[in-house]
């Protein structure tokens, strides 16, 4: 009897000092696989327990499911919201701009991405700071048929109409893609601009990475006879790739005759660095371009 207790003894104190895996009589030891799983899973910090009513007959989240969660103070789909309503951690939802016009929210203020392993990106449009331009939370969430997770929150400006969204990943973190559409707004041969921005969800925020151009046109004057010149810029979705993500740009010059007098394509490339920003390792194609002074 006493052998056997002095073995329990010896045990207990291998196991506390090396963690080995021969059983005492407890309980098995956690692997570290499953450690890991724990931490990769990510933290909720704002949660809305969805009742028979916030879901369809499929079972999905309705509308105001969304706004209810990020928006406590959401009165319901044909209201306003107020510049002095709080998000969800808190925050003004207007920071950063003016709420311009508050006008009724709608079904289709709510803007989700593809999911993305359960993951979406939710942009809610609650303000309108000028026309075609819609400003509001922007958050990376999972709906569940019992609740609606909140992992990060920020804010988004962009186009009402055009606006859309997708996820990547850069190792560990999960990064927004965000395409602002603005150009799309615009009509044709009207000189626009589209922004492309990146976005760090990390600790529980949303925060600004990057933005380089996704799109642009621009019209300027030639040399005295020759007329006006036609620049557009255009880009291919971004690639993930490893700790960077890169964006292909194309340059297209041409002159009032619609001839091609330039064309120029590379790729931009952006790493993530400690401060959670992208840095590009190349200027936009577009810096290589004259001054507009002149249309």
């Known amino acids: 009897m006493r052998r056997l207790l002095g073995f329990g003894v010896l045990c207990g104190l291998v196991w506390l000092t090396v963690a080995s895996s021969v059983s005492c009589g407890g309980a098995p030891p956690v692997s570290r696989i499953e450690d890991k799983a ?12 969805l009742a028979p009513g916030d879901t369809n007959d499929a079972g999905v989240a309705r509308t105001d499911a969304y706004w209810s969660v990020l928006l406590p103070g959401f009165r319901g789909i044909g209201f306003p919201i107020r510049p002095s309503d709080l998000d969800c951690v808190g925050e003004r939802p207007d920071r950063g701009v003016s709420s311009g016009v508050v006008s009724p929210i709608g079904e ?3 803007v989700l991405s593809a999911p993305d392993d359960g993951v979406q990106v939710a942009w809610l449009r609650a303000f309108r700071p000028s026309d075609g331009v819609g400003y509001g939370p922007l958050a990376l969430v999972r709906s569940r048929p019992s609740e609606i997770d909140v992992y990060s929150i920020g804010r988004f400006s962009g186009s009402v109409h055009h606006a859309r969204f997708e996820l990547g990943q850069l ?10 559409g603005r150009c799309a707004d615009a009509k044709v041969d009207t000189e626009c601009e589209s922004i492309l921005s990146f976005f760090v969800a990390s600790g529980g925020k949303v925060v600004a990475a990057a933005t380089t151009p996704e799109q ?3 019209y300027a004057s030639g040399v005295k006879g020759v007329g006006r010149f036609q620049y ?3 880009t291919d979705p971004p690639v993930f790739d490893g700790p960077t993500v890169r964006v292909h740009e194309k340059l297209l010059v041409r002159d009032a005759n619609q001839e091609d007098v330039r ?10 660095v400690a401060d959670g920003k992208l840095a590009p390792q190349q200027d936009s194609l577009w810096s290589q371009l004259p001054t507009f002074t002149d249309k």
């Open 108 to 110: 289709d203020d709510l």
């Open 171 to 180: 190792g560990t973190s999960r990064i927004i893609v965000a395409h602002d």
């Open 38 to 49: 724990r931490l990769d899973v990510p933290i909720s910090i704002c949660r809305k327990a």
């Open 232 to 234: 557009r810029l255009t």
């Open 263 to 272: 064309k120029a394509e590379g790729d931009r490339v952006f790493t993530l």
């Open 216 to 218: 642009r046109l621009r």
